[in-house]
C-alpha cells in the first residue's frame, strides 16, 4: 500500500454497493414489490463514461428491484448482484473470475455490510456521510455523500490518475453505451 494517486492509477475494477452510495440511502417501496430510488445523474455519467473507456464497474448490493436492475443496465453495467446478503463470496468470486489483484481493486461501501469487502480491497473508499466504522476502514473519503457525487468523485480521480478522463467530448447516453457493445 503506497501513494492513494499512485495507487488509485492502477486501479483494475470499481466495486460499488448502491444504497447509501449510488444513492442518498432513502427507498420508498412500490406496491408490487420494487423500490424507488434517487440516483445522481453525474454519478451515471462518470459510471458509463468509465465502462465506455474499458473500465471494469461491479455492483454488490442487498438492494433490489426491477428499477435498480433497469438503471444499472441503463449505464451499461453488466457484472451486479442484487438481492446479496454474502457481499464477500461475491466479491472474492468476482474478483477470481476476472483475474483480478485485490490490492488494485476499489470498492465504495457506506455501512456495516460493507466492511468485509473494504477489508478485501486494497483501496477501500466510502462517501463522506458513511457509518463512522466504514470511514475508519477507507483510504479515501469522500467529500460528497452517497448519492450526492461521491461515485462520481472517485471515478473522476481514478481516470484522471490514468490519463483518461475528458479524453473526448462525445456524451455518454443508455443509447451509445448500447450501441458501444
Known amino acids: 500500500m503506497g501513494n492513494f494517486k499512485e495507487d488509485i492509477a492502477r ?4 466495486v460499488f454497493d448502491v444504497d447509501g452510495v449510488m444513492t442518498d440511502g432513502g427507498i420508498v417501496p412500490t406496491p408490487d414489490g420494487d423500490f424507488i430510488r434517487r440516483y445522481n445523474a453525474k454519478d451515471g455519467y462518470a459510471l458509463g463514461y468509465a465502462i465506455r473507456m474499458g473500465y471494469k464497474i461491479c455492483i454488490i448490493t ?3 428491484g426491477r428499477t435498480l436492475e433497469n438503471r444499472l443496465r441503463m449505464l451499461g453495467i453488466d457484472r451486479f448482484y442484487t438481492d446479496c446478503m454474502d457481499k464477500i463470496t461475491v466479491l472474492r468470486n468476482y474478483i477470481r473470475e476476472e483475474g ?3 490490492q488494485n481493486v476499489i470498492y465504495m461501501g457506506d455501512d456495516i455490510p460493507d466492511l468485509e469487502c473494504m477489508r478485501e480491497v486494497g483501496i ?3 462517501p463522506a456521510d ?3 466504522e466504514v470511514i475508519e476502514a477507507a483510504r479515501y ?3 460528497f455523500d452517497g448519492g450526492a457525487g461521491a461515485v462520481r468523485d472517485i ?11 475528458a479524453r473526448n467530448s462525445d456524451g455518454v447516453t443508455p443509447s451509445s ?5
Open 11 to 14: 486501479t483494475e475494477a470499481l
Open 62 to 64: 442487498g438492494g433490489r
Open 100 to 102: 483480478l489483484d485485490p
Open 124 to 126: 477501500p473508499v466510502c
Open 130 to 132: 458513511a457509518a463512522s
Open 141 to 143: 473519503v469522500s467529500e
Open 155 to 165: 471515478v473522476e480521480q481514478v481516470l484522471r490518475a490514468r490519463g483518461d478522463w
Open 177 to 181: 453505451l448500447a450501441a458501444s457493445r
